[in-house]
């Protein structure tokens, strides 16, 4: 059974908010103010929200549409928070010739958590990258930012089973 997440209950708190609209209001009336916002959103909430997307939208006069178009168009930003244990496998070429695919999937099956996603207890979070820049340990996933790399899915398990 997968632990998949479509949506995650919005934990936001009134001085989080209150931040959010300092910083709309710094930003408001410069040239492509948008983007700078959700930088800032992001760093307060850590990821973007809709509801935080929708409080943008409001105050810049904007559609939600637009707000969220530009969240899902740049990497840079994530629509769910990072679970406690954050995965990420890298998909960039070198890697996926040599099996990161592969990977992926058994990190799937394994935790029940498909690529994109966070666990319903925000234990886990899986993505899928581009390069990370490790091509000589292809292929290669980082979990808290620590390296793994010239893996094959047979050592998925005995990796994830630290973070179990």
């Known amino acids: 059974m997968k632990k998949n997440l479509t ?10 908010e209150e931040q959010l609209l300092e910083v709309i209001n710094k930003h408001r009336d410069l040239p492509g103010a948008l983007m700078p916002i959700l930088q800032d959103a992001q760093a307060i909430y ?10 943008i939208a409001k105050e810049l006069d904007i559609s939600y549409e637009e ?11 994530a629509l769910n928070p990072k679970g406690e244990v954050a995965i990420a496998v890298c998909l960039g070429t070198a890697c996926y010739v040599k099996g990161s695919g592969k990977l992926l999937e ?11 996603a966070t666990s319903a207890d925000g234990k886990f979070s899986v993505e899928a990258t581009r390069c990370i820049g490790a091509c000589g340990l292809a292929p290669v996933l980082t979990i808290n930012n620590e390296v793994y790399g010239r ?6 398990p005995g990796i994830l089973g630290k973070y179990m």
């Not at 949506?7 to 989080?16: H, N, P, S, Y």
């Not at 058994?106 to 690529?115: Q, R």
């Open 7 to 16: 949506t995650v209950e919005f934990r936001g708190t009134k001085a989080q």
């Open 46 to 55: 850590g990821y973007l929200p809709i509801e935080v997307q929708k409080i």
């Open 67 to 77: 707000v969220f178009g530009v969240a899902t168009f740049y990497s840079q930003f």
């Open 106 to 116: 058994k990190i799937t099956e394994t935790i029940g958590v498909d690529a994109g």
């Open 151 to 156: 893996l094959v899915p047979a050592d998925i």
